[in-house]
């Protein structure tokens, strides 16, 4: 029972940070159109910021955790001030763009920082026992912070008159522009809150495992497979295609051995583009 | 007139004296010249820079220049009165097979390099056999899991000069059956890198021989990111003894605090070579003891640290800021492969590795050694030295207990 519970709420660590991320991901392809597959160096910066914050400022945890997505979200900002602005008009370009990044971001991190092993120093240390089953304390504080971010997030988009430009932006960005909506302020701000969201997954998890400058890479693609379940342009969706995926690499890889969770995971995202290719929540294409 | 003749004899004598001593004088014209005229042999360095194995071997590269530096101040070698002196020629295998394979024929084609030091993971390895064995240059391994491909008859140019798994196994064991004589039965976690079955069936020999019982053995994937899943399985056989055989501190410190979490407080021995001050970094010093390791310590104070390796950790400290464990690796490639060289007294890669198999004794950082393998591996290319084994204690301090003589038949 107690194993059982363990796994259940590792899972749906998992699957927090996983939606942390994917929603980012997701955020700039709705109102930028925008591929932007250095998503997962965002997620690997921030754990790195977020180390550094911590250790060499001697900052408490939590604070170099929000001081990290603070950096990494004015970091996005200017990546899409300076540099996906000018290429949004043509995907291939934006594309390379987005893959030139990614190397030169991880080539940069294993350059200067890459080499000594470094964990993120925990926000809530140690163990805890709740109705007789031990956890640890970071997985559950972790899960927590991502619970409360998503729904903070999701409350932004649906309830506020940002999330709702962000929404028309998403929609038809040209009528958007018309209705006085500043398109370019509206993915600006899209692309710093997404690199905030993964600065701040790629904090929590790091306190959970060691970094490296190759972590984002997985996140990268957990964060495709989560957006293709759930469907282009399905922000709630992705609530749903993260816990599966959560679920299933916390509960698969205990009975198979090798990559099997993986295969399990992307054999559901192919399946769901052949049968459904709009994704359980998307919209049809 | 005799007083001018004794005048100007004496002058005429003092030139010459002066003449004479400022021509033994070496000078720095002279030093140059010395260099100059020795010559270079280029030393290729195989190490990932990229990718997911860059956090150790960008370390082991880092100690191959650090030898290689150390071998040249030191005068270099002389081979039949000729001096010379090394190159380090590095090209990352980025991780994988095919960066392995095309690194080694840029070593071998385009740097035209004859001996080269690395790699660690067995498919790198493997990958690069095929170029340096045809290209009949000699490579100096990091490590072998001891899959047949990496090290066998065939691969007479591939040599071992560092301590791996295999030594590894059974010290570990030891002390294990030593300090917790009522553990009966051990669960086995190792990478999924094409060695897990090899090693598993060489773990539960060895763990047999010691009257204890391996009852699972589960395998991660190199890019398994959270371990929890992994080590429940382990868990869930319900061992007395965690024995984690292969790995790196970044995966070895997650196994290890999710075992801790999941509350295993049992021994985790480990059958490698991973640094136990970053382990105690990464897992957090309540969570790591009792644990042992073959890595070493650190403390240039304790007499059990050999000179070869305080050296390397000073100088390591000076050049690079910051010693690495992975220097040590490094540094005893080159050695080994400086070592043959003089032996043989040529630079022909047969006579060198002939040369080399038939050495009665050669010298690594962690002590005297011997070549040995030839019943294990089918070849002597393996060099036999000790092994450590150095304890967190539950403080967080790290400990050398001892070293272990390792031999393989």
């Known amino acids: 029972m107690e194993v059982f519970t363990q796994t259940i709420i590792n899972g749906l660590v998992l699957a927090s940070i996983y939606i942390l991320v994917a929603l980012g991901f997701a955020l700039i392809f709705s109102v930028m159109q925008v591929l932007n597959f250095a998503h997962g160096s965002m997620y690997m910066a921030g754990a790195y910021v977020c180390y550094y914050w911590g250790f060499a400022l001697g900052l408490p945890p939590w604070a170099a955790i929000a001081m990290s997505a603070v950096v990494l979200a004015l970091f996005g900002v200017f990546l899409e001030k300076f540099c996906f602005r000018f290429l949004e008009k043509n995907f291939n370009r934006t594309l390379m763009f987005a893959l030139a990044l990614i190397v030169v971001m991880q080539t940069a991190a294993d350059v200067t920082v890459g080499g000594y092993v470094k964990r993120v120093p925990s926000v809530l240390p140690g163990l805890t026992t709740i109705a007789g089953i031990t956890m640890s304390k970071e997985r559950l504080i972790a899960c927590v912070i991502a619970v409360f971010l998503l729904l903070a997030v999701f409350f932004l988009i649906r309830k506020t008159t940002l999330g709702r430009q962000m929404r028309a932006v998403a929609l038809d960005r040209d009528a958007a522009s018309l209705q006085g909506i500043n398109a370019h302020r509206i993915a600006a701000l899209a692309f710093g809150l997404s690199a905030g969201l993964a600065a701040v997954a790629g904090g929590l998890m790091g306190s959970i495992i060691s970094l490296n400058t190759y972590m984002g890479d997985t996140m990268l693609v957990k964060a495709i497979t989560l957006v293709i379940i759930a469907g282009m342009g399905s922000i709630g969706g992705l609530f749903v295609s993260g816990l599966i995926v959560g679920l299933v690499d916390a509960i698969l890889p205990i009975f198979i051995g090798g990559a099997g969770s993986e295969v399990v995971a992307f054999g559901f995202a192919i399946l769901i583009l052949v049968v459904r290719p709009q994704g359980l929540f998307g919209q049809e294409i | ?409």
């Not at chain 2, 039949?80 to 295998?93: C, H, I, W």
């Open chain 2, 1 to 409: 007139m005799r007083m001018d003749r004794m005048k100007l004899s004496g002058g005429l004598l003092g030139i010459v004296v002066l003449i004479v001593v400022s021509l033994l004088l070496p000078s720095p014209a002279m030093a140059q010249q010395k260099k100059a005229d020795a010559k270079i042999i280029k030393i290729g360095i195989l190490a990932a820079l990229t990718g997911f194995a860059s956090a150790a071997e960008v370390h082991q590269k880092d100690g191959a220049l650090l030898a290689i530096d150390w071998l040249n101040e030191k005068g270099g070698i002389t081979i039949k009165g000729q001096k010379y002196l090394f190159e380090g020629v590095v090209e990352d295998n980025k991780s994988t097979a095919e960066g392995a394979k095309a690194a080694a024929e840029k070593l071998v084609y385009d740097h035209k390099v004859k001996f080269i030091a690395g790699a660690t993971i067995p498919y790198i390895n493997i990958a690069a056999a095929p170029v340096t064995e045809a290209a009949k240059v000699i490579r100096a391994l990091n490590y072998v899991c001891d899959t047949p491909e990496e090290l066998n008859a065939k691969t007479r140019y591939t040599f071992k000069p560092n301590p791996a798994i295999r030594e590894g196994i059974g010290p570990a064991l030891d002390y294990l059956v030593e300090k917790f004589p009522k553990v009966k039965t051990i669960a086995m976690i190792t990478p999924q890198d094409g060695a897990e079955s090899v090693l598993g069936a060489i773990c539960d020999k060895e763990a047999t021989q010691r009257g204890l019982k391996q009852v699972i053995v589960v395998a991660w994937p190199h890019d398994t990111a959270d371990f929890y899943p992994k080590v429940t399985q382990l868990l869930a056989s319900k061992p007395d003894a965690i024995f984690i055989v292969n790995g790196y501190e970044q995966a070895t410190a997650p196994i290890l605090k999710a075992a801790r979490e999941m509350g295993f407080k049992g021994p985790a021995p480990m059958g490698n070579y991973d640094d136990p001050y970053d382990i105690v970094k990464l897992t957090g010093k309540d969570y790591t003891a009792p644990f042992w390791t073959h890595g070493w310590s650190r403390d240039v104070n304790d007499p059990q640290l050999t000179p070869e390796m305080k050296e390397i950790i000073k100088r390591a400290e000076a050049k690079l800021g910051k010693f690495h464990q992975w220097n040590f690796w490094g540094w005893t490639e080159v050695w080994a492969i400086a070592q043959a060289i003089e032996k043989a007294q040529s630079l022909d890669t047969t006579v060198v590795a002939n040369t080399w198999r038939k050495m009665d004794s050669i010298k690594t950082p962690y002590g005297p050694g011997k070549m040995c393998g030839e019943k294990t591996y089918g070849i002597k290319n393996v060099v036999c030295s000790r092994v450590a084994i150095t304890e967190v204690l539950p403080d967080g301090n790290v400990k050398h207990i001892k070293w272990v003589n390792v031999n393989l038949p």
